[in-house]
């Protein structure tokens, strides 16, 4: 039985989206049915499709009540929508349905698992979020509330930790059958920290440990905690808040941090060896990765920014927010490399390749341009030459708007810089990484959809996220060189 803040978000929804034309949409990045997106929710496969879920508020392209959007998918890149699986209606999640994760039962039902939001008046006036986790079981379109949520409360955690910070719940399976799940935390000191917790039967949960303990190192709040196995290691992605940077390695505000190092299962203890940044552009938060049928580690995440939420083309826009594209996760050589799903490349159409480019001043190639392609290119000094001062790429180009990639060989810096992208507002527009290269060669892989651009670096070892409201008839695309180099370039229309 479905209540009635549920049919009017699902009526709502499914009369909102007639009025957003394809054209108007991400062409293969999940975007919002109608409204605003954030988190990618109850990442799983389910009675033979992909499932995503989505933080979301389909009435306003703002922030607003939390339920959960829902979409299915066959390859991950072409989305169907399904109705809003959850709405903010029952005691427990008046105030939001926010984050967590979804399992399949032994019985076939599909459980989710949610944070549950109450605001509670403080004695100063002011108002406070209490968070519990709460489930949901249901057949993939229809979810019923569990009657005795919430399954863990305040009285379920370390004494002197939030129960204001305590959200993001994610859950796994055990090969024994049994249930663990993994939740944000802010601990007695005020910094961040991961709670594990496990269930017989997804139903009974109970406090195991403090999985992992920020210690004021990375941020403050640790958000959207993901924990999985990994060629032989296991990783502990999150989302921290309010970061100080290190050096390049992470940037102010909200950022994300991946902790490789090995599991216990006997003890369940996380031993971390090495920390790095998951995406190193502009817009990524929040990841959740899924175990795909054929053995694949596959992550999304939400491709935005919170510090530039209130940046608008429009401000009817009908829709904001969209994900990342999903990208399979594996380590080398210590680090967390990520690449494009490989169902992509059945996207690409009219190749287009030029090799051994000499590059010194400004080059456009021929049918090199498009808003929606795969473009590989691999650049070196030109023999003969010195190292080239910098090498840049602009694209989403027309007379007045660009957006560039630019690298220094000298100083190991790649840089995405949106400044001229057409933005009315001096929000985050660059960022910078450092990057690993042999005398000057390196290889990019960019992918670009209508409203974005992804940056692929030296196979995956760095990822670069950006978003772009650039109007769609810019798709000049133009090679820049201080100094000489030679490129090899290879572009495919993705269709």
């Known amino acids: 039985m479905t209540s009635q803040t549920l049919r009017e978000a699902r009526k709502y929804e499914e009369a909102s989206e007639k009025r957003i034309s394809g054209e108007e949409r991400p062409a293969f990045h999940l975007a919002p049915r109608t409204g605003w997106m954030n988190d990618p929710n109850g990442f799983s496969w389910y ?19 939390m339920h959960w959007g829902h979409a299915v998918s066959s390859d991950l890149l072409h989305w169907e929508y399904l109705p809003a699986a959850l709405a903010p209606d029952e005691a427990w ?11 399949t039962l032994p019985d076939g039902r599909q459980l989710l698992m949610y944070t549950g939001v109450v605001r509670e008046r403080q004695a100063n006036g002011g108002c406070s979020e209490v968070q519990t986790q709460c489930l949901a079981v249901g057949d993939g379109v229809d979810y019923v509330k ?49 709670l ?47 970061m100080l940077p290190s050096g390049f390695e992470y940037h102010n505000g909200n950022g994300t941090l991946c902790l490789i190092g090995d599991y216990d299962r006997e003890t369940e203890e996380f031993t971390e060896e090495t920390d790095q940044s998951i995406d190193y552009g502009i817009d990524f938060y929040a990841p959740q990765t899924i175990l795909t049928p054929d053995g694949r580690r596959v992550m999304i995440g939400w491709m935005q920014n919170w510090d530039t939420c209130s940046y608008r083309r429009k401000h009817d826009e009908a829709w904001f927010g969209q994900m990342s594209l999903p990208r399979e ?37 021929e049918g090199v ?86 940056v692929f670096v030296n196979d995956g070892e760095q990822v670069m996220s950006v978003v772009l409201y650039t109007e769609q008839g810019a798709d000049g695309i133009s090679f820049i060189a201080d100094g000489t180099v030679s490129m090899d370039v290879t572009k495919y229309d993705l269709v």
């Open 47 to 65: 009675d033979g499709k992909y499932h995503l879920f989505y933080q979301y508020n389909p009435y306003d392209s703002q922030w607003g009540p």
């Open 93 to 103: 999640d008046r105030d939001g349905c926010f984050s967590g994760s979804a399992v």
């Open 146 to 194: 569990y009657e005795k949520n919430p399954v863990l409360d305040e009285k379920d955690i370390p004494q002197g930790s939030s129960r204001y910070d305590f959200r993001d719940p994610k859950m796994w399976q055990e090969a024994d059958g049994t249930y663990r799940c993994a939740v944000g935390n802010r601990a007695a000191d005020g910094s961040g920290q991961i």
């Open 196 to 242: 594990l917790f496990s269930s017989p039967d997804g139903f009974d949960w109970h406090y195991v440990k403090v999985l992992a303990a920020n210690r004021d190192r990375f941020g403050k709040m640790w958000e959207c905690p993901d924990f999985f196995p990994l060629d032989g290691k296991w990783v502990l992605i999150t989302s921290p808040q309010d």
């Open 329 to 365: 996760l594996s380590i080398r050589n210590g680090r967390l490399y990520q690449t494009p799903i490989r169902e992509l490349e059945q996207m690409r159409a009219n190749p287009v390749s030029h090799t051994d480019v000499t590059v010194s001043g400004t080059v456009r190639l």
């Open 369 to 454: 341009r498009g808003r929606r392609i795969d473009m590989e290119l691999t650049l070196r000094p030109a023999e003969g030459c010195d190292l080239y001062r910098k090498f840049s790429v602009r694209f989403a180009q027309n007379e007045s708007c660009y957006t560039s990639l630019g690298f220094r060989p000298a100083e190991s810096v790649l840089k995405v810089d949106r400044k001229f992208s057409g933005s009315r507002r001096a929000i985050i527009h660059q960022r910078r990484s450092q990057v690993n290269h042999r005398g000057g060669e390196l290889k990019l892989r960019v992918i670009l959809d209508r409203f974005s651009a992804e």
